[in-house]
């Protein structure tokens, strides 16, 4: 059984968040919301809060055993792009480009040791 929560158009750039899910990512859900914890990034925060939305959906799920969950799997894709402008030396403009990305997370159960 799976469970899946999705965050949308989080203020970060993908490639931010994808170094912080590669820490987590294969790891049980306790061990990966106590790393998220403690790192410094921003995107650590935002992977938490999706990562808890998942485990909230799994335990809404009958025959699910919320202490056996991992963090299968977790993409960073990219959303829209905010183009702003901003000012510049001597008169000048320049664009601001503000990446925005969504945040998949899916949980799994760990498969039976026999």
């Not at 106590?34 to 410094?40: D, E, T």
């Not at 485990?55 to 905010?82: C, E, F, I, T, W």
């Not at 030396?89 to 899916?106: D, E, Q, S, Y």
Request: charged letters at 25%; proline letters at 5%.
């Amino acid at each position: 059984m799976e469970a899946k929560a999705v965050s949308k158009y989080i203020r970060l750039s993908s490639l931010k968040v994808r170094k912080v899910s590669a820490a987590v990512t294969g790891k049980p859900v306790g061990a990966a919301l106590n790393m998220l914890k403690f790192m410094p990034q921003r995107a650590a925060k935002n992977l938490e809060k999706t990562i808890r939305s998942a485990l909230a959906n799994a335990d809404q799920k009958p025959g699910v055993d919320v202490d056996q969950l991992v963090v299968r799997s977790v993409m960073a894709d990219d959303g829209p792009v905010l183009k702003r402008w901003g000012t510049k030396a001597r008169g000048r403009g320049t664009r601001i480009l503000k990446p925005t990305c969504h945040i998949t997370v899916v949980l799994s159960e760990k498969p039976a040791v026999q």
